[in-house]
């Protein structure tokens, strides 16, 4: 029988309240799960509106640890798990949301469907970077739009973290890729090999007119919703397909209809909150890997690097619109 340790936490106890450090029982794995010593722990958007309590649909009951995503080293194996051993580095987004505990914390519990190995040359904290933006491009233009060679990808929104991650997988499979971003994050969108497009001064069909013939565009990615979502209606190729990442809001879809074109939506979140879909996560990451091994992926993190006790300081980065690239907190305390 596993013996009973402590682990440091970075608690929440309250929507909206700061964090608290604690010390708090660490972990059993069960079944199907593996320990994993935390190393790393990517911070999302998605984080802070959890935080806060304004994302109805990944609520998280309170007193919690949240976080999303994070790499780290397997320390104990689980009954009927035979895909990790000890001492394996892994990553994954493997709670945070729906009741299961985040990566805010030294250890956790994981189901091991939701891991891959961690990219052979990257950081642990390049790979608790990469989880849900990663999944979340990849589930939007692999399995939904499936993007192949020559074709041309629009992607509203390129210099952000799920942006970035398309226009790199985009290209890794042969795409064109051209991103509308503001002016002065455009040169983000232009270093990963993508036409930048300023939004702002070109309307959707100056720029289709300008990039694409007046065509359109294969395949648009949207990671903004609201009105970049209706433009990308109006951008897309006949018999095209518009994913959506951020597509909560009321869209005439008109513009798409009459182009013959397809929508989807992405919810990465649907396998922690209802277990379906789990396994696909780590195939997913498993060509992340893959691509990132091959030297097609590249994290773009934020220098600052925060400790578990800074979670608040992390949080504030992000909110104030600061970071220079994803934030990730570095977890581990060097405790056996």
Not at 44 to 54: S, V, Y
Not at 294 to 313: H, Q
């Amino acid at each position: 029988m596993t013996p009973s340790f402590d682990m440091q936490a970075s608690v929440l106890d309250h929507y909206g309240a700061p964090f608290r450090l604690a010390s708090i029982a660490r972990p059993v794995p069960q079944p199907g799960q593996v320990l994993v010593r935390i190393m790393a722990s990517g911070v999302n958007p998605l984080d802070l509106k959890i935080r806060g309590g304004t994302a109805e649909h990944a609520r998280h009951p309170l007193p919690a640890v949240l976080g999303l995503d994070m790499a780290g080293v397997v320390v104990e194996v689980g009954p009927g798990v035979s895909t990790f051993h000890v001492g394996d580095e892994v990553y994954g987004m493997t709670g945070g949301v729906g009741g299961v505990q985040g990566s805010l914390a030294e250890y956790a519990a994981v189901d091991a469907s939701l891991l891959a190995s961690k990219p052979s040359h990257f950081s642990m904290r390049e790979a608790a970077s990469l989880p849900l933006i990663f999944i979340t491009a990849w589930e939007g233009l692999i399995d939904r739009a499936h993007v192949s060679a020559g074709q041309s990808v629009l992607v509203q929104g390129g210099s952000g973290g799920v942006g970035s991650m398309v226009i790199q997988i985009a290209r890794a499979f042969g795409a064109v890729v051209f991103s509308t971003d503001a002016a002065e994050r455009s040169h983000i969108s232009r270093e990963l090999g993508a036409t930048s497009i300023d939004h702002e001064r070109e309307t959707v069909e100056d720029y289709v007119a300008i990039h694409t013939a007046g065509r359109g565009f294969d395949v648009v990615f949207d990671t903004v919703g609201g009105s970049r979502l209706d433009a990308s209606f109006k951008a897309v190729a006949r018999f095209g397909h518009v994913v959506s990442s951020l597509g909560w809001g009321t869209h005439a879809l008109a513009p798409l209809s009459f182009r013959a074109a397809s929508y989807s939506g992405v919810f990465t979140l649907l396998p922690l909150l209802t277990g379906e879909g789990k396994a696909h996560h780590g195939d997913i990451l498993r060509e992340a890997s893959r691509l990132a091994d091959a030297g097609m992926i590249t994290p773009r993190l934020d220098p600052t690097e925060f400790t578990l006790g800074e979670v608040d300081e992390a949080h504030a980065l992000i909110d104030q619109r600061r970071a220079q690239g994803k934030v990730v907190i570095s977890i581990d305390s060097g405790r056996s």
